[in-house]
T-cell receptor, first 114, second 111 residues
Framework: GAGVSQSPSNKVTEKGKDVELRCDPISGHTALYWYRQSLGQGLEFLIYFQGNSAPDKSGLPSDRFSAERTGGSVSTLTIQRTQQEDSAVYLC????????????FGPGTRLTVL | SQKIEQNSEALNIQEGKTATLTCNYTNYSPAYLQWYRQDPGRGPVFLLLIRENEKEKRKERLKVTFDTTLKQSLFHITASQPADSATYLCAPDTGRRALTFGSGTRLQVQP
């Protein structure tokens, strides 16, 4: 079946612009996660959605970052007023439940802020 | 604070040998630990999950151990192949729903 998809695969933007990154999780998965991976670094948790519960936003690095998940499916990560330090690969993952299930990752969106 | 450590140096081994990667954690006791593989330009792919009451788990050529006394997990690939070359990430449970990953160890299997 279809895995997690993300779009765009690459995004180049100018400092100060807003960007939106999209994630389509696996159908039926109730949990959705966003991570960030900077060059040569490990994965950094950003935000987590589970069903209709309030999202866990504890990993968002600043108030320029926000995310929403519509209809319990597609999610959009928005970065306002992008900065060069926002350049990274943004990875989305989904899992069937919120417990210790394996997570299924998308291919990521490579964001470059000039 | 919780800390996860993986050897940041790349591991280079010859084809056919057993690769052993280490994941150490400090200041907490995870209920389980996951291992993922990541290839360049791709998202991580789940390999194995081991729980605190399991000493060892196997899947084909893969074996994971979990030593709660040493606070360490070892990940073994037997009869390694060049196709096993990738970065391997451990993710011990930290009590939150999202995973907290180690920085990963890059494995290079030479033909």
């Amino acid at each position: 079946g279809a895995g997690v998809s993300q779009s765009p695969s690459n995004k180049v933007t100018e400092k100060g612009k807003d960007v939106e990154l999209r994630c389509d999780p696996i159908s039926g998965h109730t949990a959705l996660y966003w991570y960030r991976q900077s060059l040569g670094q490990g994965l950094e948790f950003l935000i987590y959605f589970q069903g209709n519960s309030a999202p866990d936003k504890s990993g968002l690095p600043s108030d320029r970052f926000s995310a929403e998940r519509t209809g319990g499916s597609v999610s959009t990560l928005t970065i306002q007023r992008t900065q060069q330090e926002d350049s990274a690969v943004y990875l989305c993952a989904s899992s069937p439940r919120a417990t210790n299930d394996e997570q299924f990752f998308g291919p990521g969106t490579r964001l470059t802020v000039l | 604070s919780q800390k996860i450590e993986q050897n940041s140096e790349a591991l280079n081994i010859q084809e056919g040998k057993t690769a052993t990667l280490t994941c150490n954690y400090t200041n907490y006791s995870p209920a389980y630990l996951q291992w993922y593989r990541q290839d360049p330009g791709r998202g991580p792919v789940f390999l194995l999950l081991i729980r605190e009451n399991e000493k060892e788990k196997r899947k084909e050529r893969l074996k994971v151990t979990f030593d709660t006394t040493l606070k360490q997990s070892l990940f073994h690939i037997t009869a390694s192949q060049p196709a096993d070359s990738a970065t391997y990430l451990c993710a011990p449970d930290t009590g939150r729903r999202a995973l907290t990953f180690g920085s990963g160890t890059r494995l290079q299997v030479q033909p």
